[in-house]
């Protein structure tokens, strides 16, 4: 079964400091993947997306995320973190086949506080 | 383009009760995938309609269900409802097949 990890559900940085937030999948076939992010009582909002082609990808908000086959892992990072950075982040997967249509599966979230 | 949109955004109910939520995909877009959040279980999929047609469904009692009109507009519904039914739920759009899915704000549904 298809599964996403996300490892630490809180982090906390400085502000000006580097964001990383960790996501591990298990698939056996390809998958695509996304990083959401989910501010207090708001849906969420995607920040960027892995289908196909490079691997390292740039989303909204100098957001970006490297997929690395080989160590199955989808991190989220971002140069210098701001305060209005501090949300709710996912990581979520997909899989190509008739038993994932439209099904994203889900971390478990990180919640990102950051200091000033 | 408009965004996903849910109505309504707020709900309280009591136990035994049914409730019917409503989402309003992005133009354009013929797939409405329902979630689920709760502090303890997190994003939990409920299902996926295209074109009027449910393609998925997740592992949910079957007090839960769902419907999509011939305009892309979705409904899901809740029957008997239960204090473990208090959550967030979230719709979201896509285009279909495996693209990006785009949320609306949820509905915030509490069972009394």
């Known amino acids: 079964a298809q599964s996403v990890t996300q490892l630490g559900s809180h982090v906390s940085v400085s502000e000006g400091a580097l964001v990383l937030l960790r996501c591990n999948y298990s698939s056996s076939v390809p998958p695509y993947l996304f990083w959401y992010v989910q501010y207090p009582n708001q849906g969420l909002q995607l920040l960027l997306k892995y289908t196909t082609g490079a691997t390292l990808v740039k989303g909204i908000n100098g957001f970006e995320a490297e997929f690395k086959k080989s160590e199955t892992s989808f991190h989220l990072t971002k140069p210098s973190a701001h305060m209005s950075d501090a949300a709710e982040y996912f990581c979520?997967?997909?899989?190509?086949?008739?038993?994932?249509?439209?099904?994203?599966?889900f971390g478990q979230g990180t919640i990102l506080t950051v200091h000033p | 383009k408009a965004g996903v949109t849910q109505t309504p955004r707020y709900l309280i109910k009591t136990r035994g009760q049914q409730v019917t939520l409503s989402c309003s995909p992005i133009s354009g877009h013929r797939s409405v995938s329902w979630y689920q959040q709760t502090p303890g279980q997190g994003l939990q999929f409920l299902f996926e309609y295209f074109s009027e047609t449910q393609r998925n469904k997740g592992n949910f009692p079957g007090r839960f269900s769902g419907r999509q009109f011939s305009n892309s507009r979705s409904e899901m519904n809740v029957s008997t409802l239960e204090l473990g039914d208090s959550a967030l739920y979230l719709c979201?759009?896509?285009?279909?097949?495996?693209?990006?899915?785009?949320f609306g704000p949820g509905t915030r549904l509490t069972v009394l």
């Open positions: 979201a759009s896509s285009e279909g097949g495996y693209n990006e899915q785009f």
């Open positions: 979520a997967v997909s899989f190509a086949g008739g038993t994932s249509y439209g099904k994203l599966t």
